[in-house]
Each structure stands twice: as C-alpha cells, then as structure tokens.
C-alpha cells in the first residue's frame, strides 16, 4: 500500500503538537509568512468573528488575525497577498458528496435538465458519436418529474433510436436506472429462472413491469445490481482520470474538501495514489460504502489518515431507504400519490444493526442514508440500540445522511442522540414542485426541516449530493436561506420557517461540516493553529441579501496557503 496509516495515537499526539505549537511566533526566516490583508475575513471563529488580515506559514498553519497594521508590523519581512476589497472566508466543505459519480459524469451522457424523452434521445444521439460502435452507452442525470407525463419510461422509448447498442441511463438521484432493450438482452440469463416468475422483484429493489409482468426497463434501488452485474466496469485510469476532473471542479467552485459518500477499497487506493504524488488539491473525507471490503479493512488497520491530510477515511456509509423522486424512500404510511406504496428498504432493519454493531466495534462513525419517515425511525432505532447509553454520553458523531423525512416524534431525538444531520438544502428546492404530492400536507412539515432540526440542538453538517444536485456550495447557501428556486419562486420561500440565516448556512458548509468529519481542530474556521484553507469572494455573504448567495463571485480557492484555483 502506498500511503501511511496514522493510527489513532499517532492521529492525538500530532492534534496536541498543534495545539502546542507557538502559533504567534515569528518563525526566524520571514519570506516563510505570508501576510494576507482583505477588506474583511469572515473567520466563524467565535473568539475572532472578523479581521483584515491572516498570517500563516510555509506549511499552510495559521499564525494569527486581525487588523492589517497589526500584521504587518508583527511580520515586517513577511510575504504579501492582498486581495483588496474581496472577502476571505474559511474554505468550503460539501458534507455529502459522490467524487467518482461528479467525474464520470464528464465522461458519460449528461442528461441532467433535459425536459422530455425527445430531448434525452437527441443527447444520447450527439453522445453516441463519440462513442466506439460496440461501446454501452452510459448516462446520468433524467428525473420524469421534469416531464410533461411525469412517468416512468420504457425501454421502448429508447428502442427506435438504439436498437442493437445496449443504453443504460442513471435517474439524477442514482436510486433508478433505465435500459433499452439491447441492455436487457445482455442481462436476460440474470434474468431468467426466478425472475421470470411473475411479479418476481428481488429484495430492496424493484424492477417495474407492465400488466403482463414483462420488465419495462426502470430498475429501482437494489434491482440496478442486475444491470451493474453486466455493464462493462470503468479502467483504473477512467477512475483516476474522473477523480481528477471531479476535484478540478470542485475547487473551481469553492470546495476545499468533500466527504465522499461511499468509496470502495479499490476506489480509495487510487486517492491513495493521488495524494501521495500530490495531486490532490483538496481534502476528501471518504466513508467507506457499506459493510464490505473497505470496512472490513478499516476494522483490521485502524482509521486510515494519508501525512498530507488530504484524504482520510474513518466512516462507514451505509443504505436503508430508496429516493423520494422514485417512490423507493421508505414512509411509515402508503405515499399519498401512490396508495400501496410504502417505498423500499434496501437492507432489512436486522442488516442494519449487524452493521453498525460491527461499526462501533471497530470505532468506525456510522453515516445512513435515511429518505423517508420510516428509513430515518429505523435508523434511529439502530443506533440507539447500538450505542445504548453512549448515546447521549459519547462524542460518537454517527450521522443520518439527507434526514429528509422525519416524523414529529423522531425528529427532536437526533439532537437528543448526539446524531448529526448531514442535509442538502438544494435537494428542497429541486423536490419542491412535487415533494408534498408524495408525503401530502401532514408530513411535508417534517421534510427538509433544517430551522426544527437546528432549533432542536441538531447539528448540521450541508452538502449538496452532487452530481444528483449541483457540485455549486453557493446554490446550497442560497437554498438554505431562500428556499426559492432560481427564479426566486415561491415568493418568500417554500415553508419559509425552516429558512436557516446567511451565517447557519455559512456554518453548515465549513465549521459544521468540519466537526462530521472530526476535522474542526484543522479546519472549518480561520483560527491559529489551523490549516490556512480558504475562499476569496468578491462579495461578503454575510453582508448581503440572501437573494445574492447565489451569485457570489469565486476569486480563488486555496489549501494549505496556496492556491488551487484561480479565475482567469
């Protein structure tokens, strides 16, 4: 294995080696300081909410804050980076995020915005060009929603313009997928057998079928597996190469570090590879994705930190529920659009406490994607059984990835459980032309509930869920205090008492987001002693109108002092 594992002794002496370092102190060569003045830093730091200036060192730890003048005379011979009028805020850090997935998708088929089928056939075509003849052709990114019918396709819809190359299409949340008919030729001998029964579906998932009980071609949560099983796998230097386009992007647009929401082992020493040679410009936070290989390493070996401090994993991401967008989120009663429905759970309740009991064994945080009214009960229900009296009493930080649903009895337990709510407020806006027709008047009030869960005592970790939203923070910071759409609409929000304030949305995408991934003593705000990660903005988002979040301008992003992005 290249890389070096940090194990947790280790991981605590280098904690109190910085907190012991003299962090005011004129290092003795002065060019080793650099002196950043701005017309103001916002550092979410209590002690020291604003300055105009920051100092840090060679290896990118700050020395100190405050006034211009005072810098400058404490560090005379420093180097230094004046921003003039912009604003200068902690690097941002989207709490929930799919590296590989925001790669890939510029290297398949976009289909994210398209408005019909027609539209997604056209692109699919100018697509398939590029492609070699024999090649599947791969895509992201549909939501029927955003169709006139609103239904499901079929592979019918796909046949006229495709009828000898297999096409497998990803619903934009990643919780369906739809095939042509060439696609479910390739896996009829999975098929077969069994699932020739009729109104066979295999467990956690669900493969739609006409009256007949004929397969339509849109698989559902668990019954992707049938078509993963025989899509041709991505090379090692594909993997690399949509790392590297994915963190490209992601620094362009503000990010200095992503928790990637489940990454396998081999996916992990690819970053690996990446880190060690320094070609990682940011820092990821991977979990390791579900109760398998990479789990099962991080209870042999320990909690794995790369020296750079640019790639750790110390988490587990684990499934119980589908999506809302495709009726798979598990609900407590039937879907109000959809009598009969109750969703799906994609591991049973039982799986899911063998997994977090293994977890908590091996000291490993637990993260549970949770959609639904029922998937978030049960989860809560898991860790409760799992961490007992610890609950209340241990800094465990286990985390419920989107709470996106939450019934009035379940939502207070979190902040009571010391359970981090790890929310995407662009998830509301994009789900609120049809979110209530799924849950109905009643239980919309507990969906996307981030001003409840906070003033409950939640934690709140932000993100975005790209590539099923945008990898953009600035759209989750404007989400978060508008709940608008792009146009503005609703006028004065969707639900607007659950609108978080400019600053809680700052919070959530740097100090809070930080705390999730146990990183708030290096980054997350400006203070002494932590890593100089930071955002240059023309403008200051906590001195205008939420109506502008959207459209602050990124200067540069930089990692550790130095810059890892720049606008031309």
């Known amino acids: 294995m290249r890389g070096v594992r940090s194990v947790a002794g280790a991981v605590v002496t280098a904690l109190c080696a910085v907190a012991a370092m003299p962090v005011l102190a004129q290092p003795a060569t002065g060019a080793q300081v650099t002196v950043l003045t701005a017309s103001r830093i916002d550092t979410m730091d209590a002690a020291v909410p604003r300055a105009q200036a920051m100092a840090y060192d060679a290896e990118g730890r700050i020395l100190a804050l405050g006034s211009a003048e005072e810098m400058l005379q404490r560090y005379p011979r420093a180097k230094r980076l004046d921003v003039g009028g912009a604003t200068v805020i902690p690097g941002l850090i989207d709490a929930h995020g799919h590296m590989l997935g925001l790669g890939m998708a510029h290297l398949t088929a976009n289909l994210v915005g398209t408005s019909s089928k027609q539209e997604i056939v056209q692109r699919l075509q100018a697509f398939a060009a590029t492609l070699p003849s024999d090649a599947w052709l791969i895509g992201r990114g549909w939501d029927q929603n955003d169709w006139a019918e609103k239904q499901f396709p079929t592979a019918a819809d796909l046949d006229a313009a495709f009828p000898d190359r297999p096409v497998w299409l990803s619903r934009i949340d990643g919780h369906a997928g739809w095939a042509n008919s060439a696609a479910m030729r390739a896996i009829e001998r999975d098929l077969s057998g069994a699932s020739a029964t009729e109104g066979w579906q295999p467990d956690g998932g669900r493969i739609v079928r006409d009256d007949k009980g004929q397969a339509t071609g849109v698989f559902v949560d668990e019954a992707m597996g049938l078509v993963y099983a025989v899509v041709p796998e991505p090379t090692g230097e594909t993997l690399e190469r949509a790392l590297k386009l994915a963190m490209d992007d992601a620094v362009a647009h503000g990010l200095t570090g992503v928790h990637d929401a489940g990454v396998s082992l081999g996916e992990l ?130 985390r419920i990835e989107h709470a996106q649903i939450l019934s009035p009895a379940d939502l207070p337990r979190l902040a009571k459980m010391h359970v981090i709510a790890s929310m995407q407020p662009t998830h509301a806006t994009s789900d609120m032309p049809w979110a209530e027709d799924r849950v109905g008047p009643q239980r919309i009030n507990g969906a996307y509930a981030w001003r409840k869960l906070r003033d409950s005592g939640a934690r709140l970790a932000l993100g975005s869920d790209f590539p099923v939203e945008s990898v953009d923070p600035r759209l989750g910071l404007y989400a978060a205090a508008t709940r608008t759409d792009a146009e503005g609409m609703p006028a004065g929000g969707w639900h607007p008492e659950d609108k978080l304030t400019a600053w809680e949305a700052l919070r959530g995408f740097t100090l809070d987001a930080a705390y999730a991934g146990f990183a708030e003593a290096e980054v997350g705000s400006l203070a002494p002693g932590k890593r100089a990660d930071f955002v240059v903005l023309a403008e200051d988002p906590l001195a205008i109108a939420p109506e502008g979040l959207a459209d602050l301008t990124v200067r540069a992003t930089y990692v550790d002092g130095k810059p890892v992005f720049e606008a031309k």
Request: with cysteine; net charge negative.
């Open 269 to 398: 020493r690819i970053m690996q590879r990446l880190a060690d040679d320094g070609e990682m410009p940011m820092r990821i936070t991977a979990m390791a994705d579900g109760n398998g290989k990479a789990l099962e390493w991080l209870c042999q070996e320990g909690l794995y930190q790369h020296p750079s401090h640019r790639l750790q994993m110390r988490s587990v991401k684990l499934y119980i529920d589908g999506a809302l967008g495709s009726r798979g989120a598990a609900m407590l009663e039937d879907y109000s659009d959809d009598h009969g429905n109750k969703g799906l759970l994609v591991m049973t309740p039982a799986q899911l406490r063998e997994a977090v009991s293994k977890a908590q064994r091996c000291g490993v945080q637990v993260a549970t994607h949770a959609i639904g009214d029922r998937g978030n009960h049960e989860v809560l229900e898991a860790y409760a059984a799992a961490l007992g009296a610890n609950a209340t009493a241990s800094d465990h930080r286990w």
